[in-house]
């Protein structure tokens, strides 16, 4: 490989193109360092995102990298599945131009890659300069048409309408679910360059609108200003065709409840409802009371980490704006707290309420209360009994009696003391034995 310390010109005597963003599939930072450095002689303004096979996967099936001029697969990575790789990316129609690199590039693996339809071949033994920026001087080039080809297209132009409105950027793969005043979507962003979640509101009329876009904007602010690794990312608010909408993270692995489902070790459980307490540690530090915690609002990153999502219910301290009214009800009658299935007033005691109807359902596989209509369910959080553990797992007990409590002062006071009391039964809890 060339010396990442070499100086940098200008060799063809062109003007450098202002931005190139490049997609790097590597699990070396190195060799990605290594590449930005020659490209940056070319490229004004450069944009190398890494992409590192071994700990983050393939790449979504429906992911097309609309929003990056090129794609580099390496053929060592992953574990020597780097042909493969490019094979099954190159067949997905759209997708953004592949530079490849082979070992050498006029060895077999090279012809066969060219075969397979990737853009260039470069020798990565000894990445040669004028090679390299040729071969993604014609991608970006590609990259650029196949963008100004799309943007007028009449397919491209229908993949851009979400529940009738019109938002531009965004190709929409797939409807993911419909409720009474949004529909949610799976689309790619250009701008983001991943694939994201589209919540489109079912506007109707102009009040609607206003009322839908309060409410986006309401959740938006309130993401935007904890920035906590426990809770969802949005990356766009807007309103187009009288359609208010909020763009958010998508997570391919699902929410809590898919989990859930498949079964849960105690240890699991307790380290996830760790997450969740520390993510609303950052919630409530912020002001905010989420109101609307369930394992549907839990999602999971591929790290194993949680992240919540929807405050659309959510009550800001620090914003004048509250969408629901004094003494209403609102939530889901298995997970809210007795003072909230009243409709009486809620502090942060509510979502930890909330929080050990989750815990209790991940060690249990069952509610803790469960009755044939909504009313009854809401009756049974404030008069029926704390619900007793198994045998096996009794030692939890006294957490479950501290989340679940009917009388907020008998509660724990704050998410960080359960933070700091689910740390300790982590600490104590045997290791589960994997046959």
Not at 245 to 256: A, I, K, Q, S, T
Request: charged content about 25%; aromatic content about 6%.
């Amino acid at each position: 490989m060339a010396s990442p310390g070499r100086r940098c010109s200008n060799r063809s005597g062109s003007a450098p193109l202002l931005a190139m963003r490049l997609l790097v599939l590597h699990d070396d930072s190195r060799f990605c360092a290594l590449l930005r450095h020659h490209l940056a002689c070319r490229w004004e303004e450069l944009d190398v995102v890494e992409h590192r096979p071994s700990s983050a996967g393939e790449l979504e099936p429906d992911f097309l990298a609309l929003g990056f001029d090129a794609v580099v697969v390496d053929a060592d990575c992953p574990r020597g599945q780097g042909l493969a790789w490019l094979r099954q990316l190159a067949a997905r129609p759209g997708f953004a131009p592949i530079v490849f690199l082979s070992h050498e590039p006029d060895d077999d693996t090279a012809r066969e890659a060219l075969a397979c339809g990737a853009h260039a071949v470069l020798g990565r033994s000894k990445l040669e300069h004028e090679a390299l920026i040729a071969a993604f001087t014609t991608a970006f080039e590609r990259a650029a048409e196949r963008r100004a080809e799309r943007r007028t297209s009449a397919e491209a132009l229908s993949e851009e309408r979400f529940s009738g409105a019109r938002v531009p950027g965004y190709r929409r793969i797939r409807q993911l679910s419909s409720g009474p005043v949004s529909d949610l979507f799976l689309a790619e962003s250009e701008a983001a360059g991943q694939l994201v979640v589209l919540k489109v509101a079912r506007d109707r009329h102009a009040d609607d609108l206003d009322q839908s876009f309060r409410r986006f904007l309401q959740e938006y602010e309130i993401v935007r200003r904890i920035r906590h690794p426990g809770i969802v990312r949005l990356y766009d608010l807007g309103v187009s065709d009288a359609h208010a909408y909020l763009v958010m993270e998508y997570f391919p692995r699902g929410d809590l409840r898919q989990r859930m489902n498949a079964g849960l070790e105690p240890r699991e459980a307790l380290r996830l409802a760790l997450e969740i307490a520390r993510a609303l540690e950052a919630v409530h530090a912020a002001g905010v009371l989420h109101r609307d915690l369930k394992p549907g609002n839990v999602m999971l990153r591929a790290d194993g980490g949680i992240a919540l999502i929807d405050f659309g219910l959510a009550k800001d301290a620090y914003m004048e704006l509250d969408l629901t009214d004094h003494g209403m009800i609102f939530g889901t009658p298995h997970y809210m707290s007795p003072e909230q299935g009243h409709g009486e007033p809620i502090d942060v005691r509510s979502d930890l309420y909330s929080l050990g109807v989750i815990l209790y359902e991940m060690l249990t596989r069952t509610r803790p209360y469960v009755a044939e209509n909504p009313m009854a369910i809401i009756y049974q959080h404030r008069r029926a009994p704390i619900p007793r553990l198994p045998e096996t797992l009794a030692t939890l007990q006294p957490l479950i009696d501290g989340l679940l409590a009917k009388s907020p002062e008998d509660r724990f006071g704050s998410a960080t003391a359960v933070c700091a009391q689910l740390r300790r039964y982590l600490a104590d809890w045997p290791e589960e034995v994997i046959a």
